[in-house]
């Protein structure tokens, strides 16, 4: 298995701009998640879905969206890029239905908007 | 007050030593307890889970939890450089989607 995958690895934005993060798992877990992370700051989750067409805010949703339309993928959708947006972008993924249950981290992507 | 905190660090300790990294947490209807260890950019890596009062052993690491206290830690022995990233406390509630709340992390760095 691959597990979490995402891509790119590196972006750099001009202000103003869109673009995709693109997310894809394939141990069929149902829950994903899109966490940022600051320099010296923890994970602050922007959005999370729990299946298949099901998706809802975290705590940073502004400025994000996101679509669900199978299991495996898991896109995240930046539109008018800020620099406040500059971070590391986390996607992780677990199966869900039980509270031992741990997530697991795709290798982050590296957002720089100038 | 920080649902979960832990003290940012950089924890120092020498090769060979324990280091010991502790976490408390805000909510008290939390059930399950995650050590993540991130080194510099790279992903989140869970090495330890815990989900019930006392310590979980597994090799070097053993993970302590009181819920009576909220607090949670992680003692890792015979400290090594490769051991040297930051550690993200993680905290789970009961309910819900499962939502997961972390810390800010520790800076853990092993002195050869």
């Known amino acids: 298995n691959a597990g979490v995958t995402q891509t790119p690895k590196f972006r750099i934005l001009k202000i103003g701009q869109s673009m995709t993060l693109q997310c894809a798992q394939d141990?069929?877990?149902?829950?994903m998640y899109w966490y940022r992370q600051d320099p010296g700051m923890g994970l602050k989750l922007i959005y999370y879905?729990?299946?298949?067409?099901?998706?809802d805010k975290g705590e940073v949703p502004n400025g994000y969206n996101v679509s669900r339309s199978t299991t495996e993928y898991f896109p995240l959708r930046l539109e008018l890029a800020a620099p406040s947006q500059t971070s590391v972008y986390f996607c992780?993924?677990?199966?869900?239905?039980?509270?031992?249950?741990?997530?697991?981290f795709g290798p982050g992507t590296r957002l720089t908007v100038l | 007050q920080k649902e979960v905190e832990q003290n940012s660090g950089p924890l120092s300790v020498p090769e060979g030593a324990i280091a010991s990294l502790n976490c408390t947490y805000s909510?008290?209807?939390?059930?399950?307890f995650f050590w993540y260890r991130q080194y510099s950019g790279k992903s989140p890596e869970l090495i330890m889970s815990?989900?019930?009062?006392g310590d979980k052993e597994d090799g070097r690491f053993t993970a302590q939890l009181n819920k009576a206290s909220q607090y949670v830690s992680l003692l890792i022995r015979d400290s090594q450089p490769s051991d040297s990233a930051t550690y993200l406390c993680a905290v789970k509630g009961d309910g819900g989607y499962q939502k997961v709340t972390f810390g800010t992390g520790t800076k853990l760095q092993v002195i050869p």
């Open positions: 909510d008290r209807g939390s059930q399950s």
């Open positions: 992780a993924s677990n199966l869900g239905g039980a509270s031992t249950d741990t997530q697991y």
């Open positions: 815990i989900y019930s009062n």
């Open positions: 141990m069929n877990h149902n829950y």
């Open positions: 879905s729990v299946g298949a067409g099901i998706t």
